[in-house]
């Protein structure tokens, strides 16, 4: 059985950083592209950042936040500094084989965690 379950959410000032993990399990790790996604409310799912071997990022968030794998613990982790109020949404792990589809689209990924909220204040 495959879980995601991310951890690492919270509430924080304007300017600040968090520091978001996901933790896997039943997955070949190895092989799946890794990404996190966003949703804030009444606004569509936004993806954030991916990761196969290289990085890609949301134009909203390249610069401040930085996506991460660890293969050996089967975790994705997604730091983000200079936190800005429109940051503030509902967080989702994701994992996705399908290379051949752009990281961005959700149509990439199969399996999804539950989300971790995170809110920032001005």
């Known amino acids: 059985q495959v879980q995601l379950v991310e951890s690492g959410g919270g509430s924080v000032q304007a300017g600040g950083s968090l520091r978001l993990s996901c933790v896997t399990s039943?997955?070949?790790?190895?092989?799946?592209?890794l990404a996190w996604f966003r949703q804030a409310p009444g606004k569509e799912r936004e993806a954030v950042a991916g990761?196969?071997?290289?990085?890609a990022y949301g134009d909203s968030v390249r610069g401040r936040f930085t996506i991460s794998r660890d293969n050996a613990t089967k975790t994705v982790n997604l730091q983000m500094t200079n936190l800005k109020p429109e940051d503030t949404a509902m967080y989702y792990c994701?994992?996705?084989?399908?290379?051949?589809?752009?990281?961005?689209?959700?149509?990439?990924?199969?399996?999804w965690g539950q989300g971790t909220q995170v809110a920032v204040s001005s």
């Open positions: 994701a994992a996705g084989r399908d290379l051949s589809r752009r990281w961005s689209w959700e149509s990439a990924y199969d399996y």
């Open positions: 990761i196969v071997r290289g990085t």
């Open positions: 039943g997955l070949s790790f190895s092989s799946y592209r």
